[in-house]
């Protein structure tokens, strides 16, 4: 599948399940409870235990019904490096030209990461294909309104801060996607193992955006 086909799936799901953990079981469990759901991007953090067998697994297992990313890429070893694994977009929370210009070569989606408008702005120039909006709790819904009235063509994706009760506002404010970690599984939930619990919160989710 190609970079704008990828890209597309991610958007229309709209939900992009983030998953930041030390518990290096549960992986597979989290992405059956999020398919269960609906959901069918998963991003895994880099800073996470076993990050990139985790994505080789995923991968193998979920690869043709999900779309599996890497997350907190911060150079392009890391990013060759989860691409081999078998990821299928990156996501930094940071803009590095050099990290655009290595998914490009993939024919892999960037999520690049930026906050103030000039960063977002750059990030979209260089040819993001999102702009990761982080972190989007420190200034809120209204900021991304804000961002949106002068430059409409920006593909902005909040994470950070959304939850339940606001996710349908960051998309009335102008989000094409959201990042979400916490407000779908915390580490209570993962302790519990409580995995139907989380497949209840994901499918609470997907029943905000109808």
């Excluded at 890209?7 to 269960?36: C, F, M, S, W």
């Amino acid at each position: 599948m190609g970079r704008l086909a990828l890209l597309n799936k991610i958007l229309e799901g709209k939900i992009v399940a983030i998953i930041r953990t030390k518990h290096p079981d549960v992986y597979l469990h989290l992405a059956e409870a999020l398919q269960k759901a609906g959901l069918t991007a998963v991003e895994v953090s880099l800073t996470s235990v076993n990050a990139l067998s985790a994505i080789e697994a995923l991968a193998k297992q979920f690869g043709n019904h999900m779309q599996i990313g890497v997350g907190s890429v911060l150079d392009t070893e890391s990013a060759n490096r989860a691409v081999e694994a078998g990821a299928q977009y990156i996501v930094t929370p940071i803009t590095k030209p050099e990290i655009i210009y290595a998914a490009h070569r993939y024919s892999l989606p960037i999520f690049s990461g930026a906050f103030s408008p000039g960063e977002i702005l750059q990030a979209h120039e260089l040819g993001a294909d999102v702009v990761k909006v982080f972190p989007a709790d420190v200034l809120g819904i209204g900021y991304l309104k804000a961002l949106k009235a002068p430059m409409p063509q920006l593909q902005l994706m909040p994470t950070g801060g959304v939850t339940l009760q606001n996710v349908g506002d960051w998309f009335k404010a102008g989000a094409c996607a959201v990042g979400i970690a916490g407000s779908l599984f915390n580490e209570e939930l993962l302790l519990a193992k409580d995995y139907k619990k989380i497949t209840e919160k994901a499918i609470a989710f997907k029943n905000a955006l109808d």
